[in-house]
């Protein structure tokens, strides 16, 4: 069975440069070992990376032993539920790829709060970086 996103339909990869995903496999997969709900596929922004450093959860430093690249503004990655949903209320979401969310985000986050940071990705990724 393959897994739906929140819009109902396939659930479609999220990115590869970086490699993202609980399983590294380029999706917002998610199963019984995801404790974090790795779920919501962001296009992370300046302010979303520190944001997320501000909480305790640095996304810029590399760690390899996870095969963690370390993130910068433009990258696409599937992060928490619960650390989006936090830079939401703060007012720092990153912006959101809908059809690359897996419909598990949902039982976290309001499909509402999602969509009002809904993008396609932007061919150019330079307004990002503010």
């Not at 430093?61 to 619960?82: E, H, K, N, S």
């Not at 999602?114 to 503010?130: F, I, K, N």
Request: glycine fraction near 10%; include cysteine.
């Amino acid at each position: 069975m393959s897994e739906r996103n929140v819009l109902g339909g396939e659930l479609e990869p999220c990115g590869t440069d970086p490699l993202t995903g609980f399983y590294r496999d380029g999706c917002c997969s998610t199963g019984p070992h995801d404790i974090g709900s790795h779920t919501i596929c962001a296009v992370v922004t300046a302010e979303f990376l520190a944001h997320q450093r501000s909480i305790g959860n640095d996304l810029t430093t590399p760690m390899p032993q996870y095969r963690f690249p370390g993130l910068v503004p433009g990258d696409r990655w599937c992060v928490t539920a619960v650390n989006w949903l936090r830079a939401h209320y703060d007012g720092a979401a990153a912006p959101v790829v809908l059809a690359s969310t897996h419909e598990k985000a949902l039982e976290i986050v309001p499909l509402e709060a999602l969509q009002s940071h809904a993008v396609d990705v932007p061919g150019d990724l330079s307004g990002l970086e503010g």
